[in-house]
């Protein structure tokens, strides 16, 4: 069965400082994947999804990045973290159906 | 105007009522339509996928309106163990990934 890893489960940063969220998806091949952001009270904001290694469309400018360096990885990158980045970031990925499964989340608060 | 829209609520109701929330989307290209749900500080799931016949699973039951462009949830004899957010969530030819509504919170008392 599928699995999806996502870590770390919460992380505390200051401004300025660079940030690196890592997602691995286990037992299925060329998933399509998705990074968003929730914040407090709020819906999920999709940032990037990616439908193959290498190919990453952004959905919101901001300064975040995202890369995906091997089929079932998904990386979530800054260079120097705002406060506006704090929030719950979740990893997801679909089979190229239309279902979603997410990784637990990492909740990120920047100080 | 938002793509998906929600009343954010809270919903609260005595166990053992019956609740409806309904969602609401603004692109009449879109194709798929799903509830999640989300606990608190956890990540959403799968509740139940929204078919234009409707679609029931248990105490919930899901109604889709291609017409009015909104979608229903509703939930029999709720349980403590409903107390969530529940997402209605939409995908659209041509967009790659579901869009999802700000979720509507529901607190079932005892």
């Known amino acids: 069965s599928q699995t999806i890893h996502q870590w770390p489960a919460t992380l505390v940063q200051p401004v300025g400082s660079p940030l690196s969220l890592e997602c691995t998806v286990e037992?299925?091949?060329?998933?399509?994947l998705y990074w968003y952001r929730q914040a407090a009270g709020r819906g999920l904001q999709l940032l990037f999804y990616s439908v193959g290694i290498g190919q990453i469309s952004s959905e919101v400018p901001q300064n975040l990045s995202a890369s995906r360096p091997q089929d079932r990885q998904f990386i979530l990158s800054s260079k120097k973290l705002l406060l506006s980045d704090s929030g719950f970031y979740l990893c997801?990925?679909?089979?190229?159906?239309?279902?979603?499964?997410f990784g637990q989340g990492t909740r990120l608060t920047v100080v | 105007r938002k793509e998906v829209e929600q009343d954010p609520g809270p919903f609260n109701v005595p166990e053992g009522a019956t609740v409806a929330f309904n969602c609401t989307y603004s692109n009449s290209a879109s194709q798929s339509f799903f509830w999640y749900r989300q606990d608190c500080r956890k990540e959403p799931k799968l509740l139940m996928s929204?078919?234009?016949s409707g679609n029931e699973d248990g105490r919930f039951t899901a109604q889709l309106n291609r017409a009015s462009q909104y979608i229903s949830l509703l939930i029999r004899d709720s349980k403590l163990s409903d107390s969530a957010t529940y997402l209605c969530v939409v995908s659209s030819e041509g967009r790659r990934a579901l869009t999802f509504g700000s979720g509507t919170r529901l607190q079932v008392q005892p």
């Open positions: 037992g299925t091949s060329n998933p399509n």
């Open positions: 997801a990925w679909t089979d190229g159906g239309k279902v979603a499964f």
């Open positions: 929204v078919y234009s």
